[in-house]
C-alpha cells in the first residue's frame, strides 16, 4: 500500500512538472487576454484587403 501511494506521488509530481511549461505557455490564450490582439490583426488583413475596383 506504501508502495502504491508513493508510485502515485511520483507520477502526479513528473505529470505536473512536464506539463507546468504547457499550462504557462496556454494561459494567455485561454484568458483571452489575446483576443483584442487577434482582432485588430484580423481587423487590419480586412480592411487592407484588395478592392475590386
Do not use: K, N, Y
Amino acid at each position: 500500500m506504501l508502495w502504491l501511494i508513493a508510485s502515485l506521488i511520483l507520477l502526479q509530481t513528473a505529470i505536473h512538472w512536464l506539463f507546468e511549461p504547457v499550462v504557462q505557455l496556454l494561459t494567455p490564450w485561454l484568458g483571452l487576454d489575446v483576443l483584442p490582439w487577434l482582432l485588430a490583426i484580423i481587423g487590419i488583413w480586412i480592411f487592407t484587403g484588395r478592392s475590386s475596383r
